[in-house]
Antibody, heavy 119, light 107 residues
Framework: EVQLLESGGGLVQPGGSLRLSCAAS????????MSWVRQAPGAGLEWVSI????????RYADAVKGRFTISGDNSKNTLFLEMNSLRAEDTAVYYC????????????WGQGTLVTVSS | DIQMTQSPSSLSASVGDRVTITCRAS??????LNWYQQKPGKAPKVLIH???SLQSGVPSRFSGSGSGTDFTLTISSLQPEDFATYYC?????????FGQGTKVEIK
């Protein structure tokens, strides 16, 4: 059974950093493109970043470019999102999602982890 | 970026009703359109991919149609478990973008 379990969210001050994890089970992480998608409180879905199959290519939303870094650890079958210089507008539930085919058709999602940026 | 516009933003319907939600892209996206259902406090769940293909395990009362810029999600007979928010999403180009959502509420 495919499962994605996010962790690492929490309360952080503006300008701070957090590292989110997404532990994958039931499949090999390296064989799929993986994304982070976020949802601010009461708002819609916003794509954040993607890493391709094999991990050689990454893409970022303009809103996070230069501040966030996506990566994967094949030995742990875990996806990461390193978030630096956090802003209030980064407050959201962060989901990891697996791409079924192509880059952006998602078939499995984690349950999400809440990041709150506030002083 | 491609803008995705859903209508309506919300609707009230009764069990058994036929419900239609539309999604319009700001430029052509071929059939690269997916539909997701999200319930409060839960992750999105894919219903339809490539505009009209039903995801495995999704009830057949859900259907999708369209291509180019105009797309439709139809629920043929609304069930109690279908009250949720629905999002369209284009997977045609980077960045992938979502519609603002359509909240389906009980009438």
């Amino acid at each position: 059974e495919v499962q994605l379990l996010e962790s690492g969210g929490g309360l952080v001050q503006p300008g701070g950093s957090l590292r989110l994890s997404c532990a994958a089970s039931g499949f090999t992480l390296n064989s799929y493109a993986m994304s982070w998608v976020r949802q601010a409180p009461g708002a819609g879905l916003e794509w954040v970043s993607i890493i391709n199959t094999g991990g050689s290519t990454t893409r970022y939303a303009d809103a996070v470019k230069g501040r966030f870094t996506i990566s994967g650890d094949n030995s742990k079958n875990t996806l990461f999102l390193e978030m630096n210089s956090l802003r209030a507008e980064d407050t959201a539930v962060y989901y990891c999602a697996r791409s079924a085919s192509g880059w952006y058709r998602y078939d499995y999602w984690g349950q999400g982890t809440l990041v709150t940026v506030s002083s | 970026d491609i803008q995705m516009t859903q209508s309506p933003s919300s609707l009230s319907a009764s069990v058994g009703d036929r419900v239609t939600i539309t999604c319009r892209a700001s430029q052509t996206i071929s059939s690269s359109l997916n539909w997701y259902q999200q319930k409060p406090g839960k992750a999105p769940k894919v219903l339809i991919h490539v505009a009209s293909s039903l995801q495995s395990g999704v009830p057949s009362r859900f259907s999708g149609s369209g291509s180019g810029t105009d797309f439709t999600l139809t629920i043929s007979s609304l069930q109690p478990e279908d009250f949720a928010t629905y999002y369209c999403q284009q997977s045609y180009s980077t960045p992938p973008t979502f519609g603002q959502g359509t909240k389906v509420e009980i009438k």
